[in-house]
Nanobody
Framework: QVQLVESGGGLVQAGGSLRLSCAAAGRAFSNYVMGWFRQAPGKEREFVATINWSGSTTDYADSVKGRFTISRDNAKNTVYLQMNSLKPEDTAVYYC?????????????????WGQGTQVTVSS
C-alpha cells in the first residue's frame, strides 16, 4: 500500500506558476507509475499527466501540453507537477495517484492509491 500527500497548491494570477509535490510513503515508490489528475467544481475528475517508474515516459492531457511538466525523484519518493502559464480554467483540486500496472495510462481506474488533493486557484 502507498500513502500519498500532495502539497504546493495555492492562489496564483493567470500567467503565473506553481509546483505541486506529492510525497509517497509505504511500498517501493519506484514500482509505481504516477499520475496527476484534477477535479473542478461540478466536473468529473480528469487526467492531467503521468510518468513511468524511471521518468523516461510521460504523457499529458492536450489542455496542459507545453505548460505543465511531470517529473519524479525516486530517491525522495516524490513526484512533481510544474505548472507554468496558468489559466483560470486550470482551477481545480489536484490529486496525485499511484498505478501498479507498470503502464502509463490516462484511465483513472488503473490508479489504486490517491492523495487527498491540493487546491489550485488561478485568478484572472
Amino acid at each position: 500500500q502507498v500513502q500519498l500527500v500532495e502539497s504546493g497548491g495555492g492562489l496564483v494570477q493567470a500567467g503565473g506558476s506553481l509546483r505541486l509535490s506529492c510525497a509517497a510513503a509505504g511500498r517501493a515508490f519506484s514500482n509505481y507509475v504516477m499520475g496527476w489528475f484534477r477535479q473542478a467544481p461540478g466536473k468529473e475528475r480528469e487526467f492531467v499527466a503521468t510518468i513511468n517508474w524511471s521518468g523516461s515516459t510521460t504523457d499529458y492531457a492536450d489542455s496542459v501540453k507545453g505548460r505543465f511538466t511531470i517529473s519524479r525523484d525516486n530517491a525522495k519518493n516524490t513526484v512533481y507537477l510544474q505548472m507554468n502559464s496558468l489559466k483560470p480554467e486550470d482551477t481545480a483540486v489536484y490529486y496525485c495517484a499511484a498505478n501498479p500496472t507498470g503502464w502509463t495510462t490516462t484511465y483513472t481506474g488503473s490508479y489504486d492509491y490517491w492523495g487527498q488533493g491540493t487546491q489550485v486557484t488561478v485568478s484572472s
